[in-house]
Structures are given as C-alpha cells and as structure tokens.
C-alpha cells in the first residue's frame, strides 16, 4: 500500500470539529461498533490518537505497543480538551517528512510509515462517522482525505485474484453503486451500513 505524503489535518479537524456537539447523555448511547458505546469511541480515538502520533515521531513503547484489543477503551475526564488537541498532534506529527521513512509500529504491528498513515486517518475518519452518526451530527470530510481511505479499504476488500473478500478489513463489505456519494462508499467499505441511526 504506497501513498504519496498527505496532510492529517483536514479531517483531524472536522473530527475535532463534533466534540463540542457530544452531550453527557449521548456517551452512554449506541454507535455503528456494536461493542462501543459513544464513550468507548471516543475513548478508542484518544488512544489512537497518541499510538499514532507516537508511531509518527518513532517514539515507541507503551503507547505504540498495546493491542487496541486488549481491553474496552477508557474515556479520561479531560476528554474533551485532550482530544481536539491530540488531533492536532497527530496531524503536525505526520507533516515531518521523517515520518513516512522506514517503519515504526502501532498496536503492537510493525508497518512502514507511510501505511501507518494511512491506517491513522483510516481509523480517524471512520470513527469520526460513528461519533456523528451516533449523536445526531452532520459529518462532510474533505474529498482528498475520502479518497485515501477508499483506496486503502477497495484493496482490502478484493483478493489477491481479484474476486471479493467476504470478510473485508472490518467486516463484510456493504455494496453500493458507483454513482453512492464516496462518504457512503468508504463507509460501505468499512463494513457499516451507511443510513445507520441510533436505534434504526
């Protein structure tokens, strides 16, 4: 998975962007992962966020080698400062050249750092759709950043022949057709169902 070097910033934003619209009430409240809470993605962004950071910088360790399967997500009680401003972390970390040479890891996998890349904003903006999904929020990432992602997810969705993989990267594939917006279709490719609303 090769890819030119590309900016975080932009959907690092719009995903800052829905804090501010998250009540209290909504964290307890369900998302398209059905093992999470609204509290539990935002808890799974603020540790990916510093993993990938840190996976960007080469400062490996803790941060860099915990499975995100080890446990359910915690969510800190500063939550809604740590997050915007790790967000902004993330994207000025991934702006060092520096970060794209050689490999690093996260999650405890070793990855070149430019597939890092582009798993990070993957997992940014996907989960980015959950949090406005499931708290009633309009959510519109910049088209450079869609595209990114639907590369990445279109090839993980296709064998090594070519053929469908059932399974996907993130669940079984959702089909759309070609003329979907590519919000939809990158969502689709997640394995989300993109009409997904809180008890629908």
């Given at each position: 998975m090769k890819a030119d070097p590309f900016d975080l910033g932009p959907v690092c934003r719009t995903v800052a962007g829905l804090v501010g619209?998250?009540?209290?009430?909504?964290?307890?409240?369900?998302?398209?992962?059905?093992?999470?809470?609204v509290r539990e993605v935002l808890g799974h962004l603020v540790g990916l966020t510093v993993a990938f950071r840190d996976a960007a910088r080469k400062e490996l360790?803790?941060?860099t080698d915990t499975s995100p399967n080890a446990a359910l997500p915690?969510?800190?009680?500063?939550?809604?400062?740590?997050?915007p401003r790790q967000l902004d972390e993330l994207a000025e970390a991934w702006r060092s050249p520096g970060a794209w040479q050689g490999g690093t890891r996260v999650g405890g996998v070793e990855l070149p750092g430019e597939v890092a890349?582009?798993?990070?904003?993957?997992?940014?903006?996907?989960?980015?759709?959950?949090l406005a999904r499931s708290t009633g929020q309009e959510y519109a990432p910049d088209e450079a950043s869609l595209r990114v992602s639907y590369a990445m997810l279109i090839a993980a969705a296709?064998?090594?022949?070519?053929?469908?993989?059932?399974?996907?990267?993130?669940?079984?594939?959702?089909?759309?057709?070609?003329?979907?917006?590519l919000l939809d279709r990158v969502i689709g490719l997640s394995g989300r169902r993109p009409g997904w609303r809180p008890g629908a």
């Amino acid at each position: 998975m090769k890819a030119d070097p590309f900016d975080l910033g932009p959907v690092c934003r719009t995903v800052a962007g829905l804090v501010g619209g998250i009540s209290e009430e909504q964290l307890t409240g369900p998302t398209p992962c059905p093992a999470y809470t609204v509290r539990e993605v935002l808890g799974h962004l603020v540790g990916l966020t510093v993993a990938f950071r840190d996976a960007a910088r080469k400062e490996l360790g803790p941060t860099t080698d915990t499975s995100p399967n080890a446990a359910l997500p915690v969510l800190p009680d500063d939550w809604r400062e740590a997050l915007p401003r790790q967000l902004d972390e993330l994207a000025e970390a991934w702006r060092s050249p520096g970060a794209w040479q050689g490999g690093t890891r996260v999650g405890g996998v070793e990855l070149p750092g430019e597939v890092a890349a582009v798993v990070a904003l993957n997992e940014v903006q996907i989960h980015g759709w959950d949090l406005a999904r499931s708290t009633g929020q309009e959510y519109a990432p910049d088209e450079a950043s869609l595209r990114v992602s639907y590369a990445m997810l279109i090839a993980a969705a296709r064998s090594a022949d070519g053929d469908p993989a059932p399974d996907g990267l993130f669940g079984p594939p959702v089909e759309l057709p070609e003329e979907a917006p590519l919000l939809d279709r990158v969502i689709g490719l997640s394995g989300r169902r993109p009409g997904w609303r809180p008890g629908a």
